[in-house]
């Protein structure tokens, strides 16, 4: 393999230092070495001047679950400078399980789209360790981390139903949740603000998120209200600490934010909290997209949870019917 020298670039390494104009070294597609400016031998040499040479990039929060399939060059990634995601979050894994009404919600999710991408016939697995094996198999150029995510995981044991889980079915999502995790899974997500996730009371997700302590890994959630939509932005972020704490594991808050105007400014309360769990000894940190507001779609932004009870045949319903069709406008409004 060749001896690659990168040179001239500014060096920004990711460890907190100051800048530096220098060169990096790679042997056998490691780095090797990196320099203010001295030269070692090398076959390529490339020059970055007036260029920025970091690590690459990892993007904690995507969805690109379904994306390395279609491509697995990943191009509109590496050519930002991402090299690791970590997939599978806001309780949405298409990679397991896949059974049941799990993987006819998928389904319908991807009829919207012509063919459904070609993805039908791509999605011949069940379970996670039979995900891992197609993306291998897609050949991806990013490092890719995963996670199981717990409306996937409620589909395919419960379905879309508004109800707590039986102690059979909560002893099964448990089962679910380790056999994922025990096969290589980074961590566990929830999608606490979209049906079916938000049926989930804390006590149901703590006893999951059980199963991610015990092996030191990750829980991560779009937690149940960034707003005023529901239980409030505060209450639900206790909550997502409190099951850390319960738990007894790792806690990634995606995008935080205050979403609507009425918790605009409160920002720095939200920080104080993840602060005082950090001085308490919990592991909870948090992330943020580079734009605006959500990609939230129009179901999971307009639809009142109760009207999504049963799925989308049950909602198409009660949009059809005169007596409910009232209560679900709203629900809306």
Same mark, same amino acid.
């Given at each position: 393999?060749?001896?690659?020298?990168?040179?001239?670039?500014?060096?920004?390494?990711?460890?907190?230092?100051?800048?530096?104009?220098?060169?990096?070294?790679?042997? #056998?597609?490691?780095?090797?070495?990196?320099?203010?400016?001295?030269?070692?031998?090398?076959?390529? !040499?490339?020059?970055?001047?007036?260029?920025?040479?970091?690590?690459?990039?990892?993007?904690?929060? =995507?969805? !690109?679950?379904?994306?390395?399939?279609?491509?697995?060059?990943?191009?509109?990634?590496?050519?930002?400078?991402?090299?690791?995601?970590? %997939?599978?979050?806001?309780?949405?894994?298409?990679?397991?399980?896949?059974?049941?009404? !799990?993987?006819?919600?998928?389904?319908?999710?991807?009829?919207?789209?012509?063919?459904?991408?070609?993805?039908?016939?791509? @999605?011949?697995?069940?379970?996670?360790?039979?995900?891992?094996?197609?993306?291998?198999? !897609?050949?991806?150029?990013?490092?890719?981390?995963?996670?199981?995510?717990?409306?996937?995981?409620?589909?395919? +044991?419960?379905?879309?139903?508004?109800?707590?889980? =039986?102690?059979?079915?909560?002893? #099964?999502?448990?089962?679910?949740?380790?056999?994922?995790?025990?096969?290589?899974?980074?961590?566990?997500?929830?999608?606490?603000?979209?049906?079916?996730?938000?049926?989930?009371?804390?006590?149901?997700?703590?006893? @999951?998120?059980?199963?991610?302590?015990?092996?030191?890994?990750?829980?991560?959630?779009?937690?149940?209200?960034?707003?005023?939509?529901? +239980?409030?932005?505060?209450?639900?972020?206790?909550?997502?600490?409190?099951?850390?704490?319960?738990?007894?594991?790792?806690?990634?808050?995606?995008?935080?934010?205050?979403?609507?105007?009425?918790?605009?400014?409160?920002?720095?309360?939200?920080?104080?909290? %993840?602060?005082?769990?950090?001085?308490?000894?919990?592991?909870?940190?948090?992330?943020?997209?580079?734009?605006?507001?959500?990609?939230?779609?129009?179901?999971?932004?307009?639809?009142?949870?109760?009207?999504?009870?049963?799925?989308?045949?049950?909602?198409?319903?009660?949009?059809?019917? #005169?007596?409910?069709?009232?209560?679900?406008?709203?629900?809306?409004?």
């Amino acid at each position: 393999m060749d001896h690659i020298e990168i040179k001239n670039g500014l060096i920004i390494d990711g460890m907190g230092g100051s800048p530096y104009v220098g060169n990096v070294y790679l042997r #056998e597609g490691k780095i090797v070495a990196t320099t203010h400016g001295e030269s070692l031998s090398s076959d390529i !040499s490339i020059d970055a001047s007036g260029k920025i040479v970091t690590p690459g990039f990892i993007d904690i929060h =995507t969805h !690109s679950d379904l994306s390395f399939l279609l491509d697995s060059t990943a191009q509109s990634k590496i050519r930002q400078g991402v090299t690791m995601e970590l %997939i599978g979050n806001c309780g949405m894994s298409p990679c397991a399980p896949l059974t049941g009404d !799990s993987k006819e919600l998928l389904m319908q999710r991807l009829s919207i789209y012509e063919n459904n991408y070609g993805l039908a016939d791509k @999605i011949n697995w069940t379970d996670y360790a039979g995900y891992i094996e197609a993306s291998r198999k !897609s050949g991806a150029t990013l490092n890719v981390a995963f996670q199981i995510g717990h409306g996937t995981l409620r589909s395919a +044991v419960i379905g879309q139903e508004d109800r707590p889980p =039986t102690a059979d079915e909560l002893t #099964e999502m448990k089962r679910l949740t380790g056999e994922a995790l025990d096969a290589g899974a980074l961590g566990f997500s929830t999608g606490l603000f979209y049906a079916p996730g938000y049926y989930a009371r804390a006590d149901e997700v703590i006893a @999951i998120a059980e199963e991610v302590g015990k092996r030191n890994k990750l829980y991560s959630t779009h937690q149940r209200d960034e707003g005023t939509i529901s +239980v409030g932005l505060f209450t639900s972020l206790n909550e997502a600490i409190e099951t850390g704490r319960r738990a007894e594991c790792k806690v990634q808050i995606s995008h935080v934010k205050c979403d609507f105007q009425k918790v605009w400014g409160k920002a720095d309360k939200v920080l104080e909290l %993840i602060e005082n769990a950090v001085d308490e000894g919990l592991d909870v940190a948090g992330d943020q997209y580079p734009y605006p507001r959500s990609s939230t779609g129009l179901t999971g932004a307009l639809f009142p949870r109760w009207s999504l009870s049963g799925g989308r045949e049950e909602t198409l319903k009660i949009m059809s019917n #005169e007596d409910s069709r009232p209560g679900l406008i709203d629900g809306i409004n």
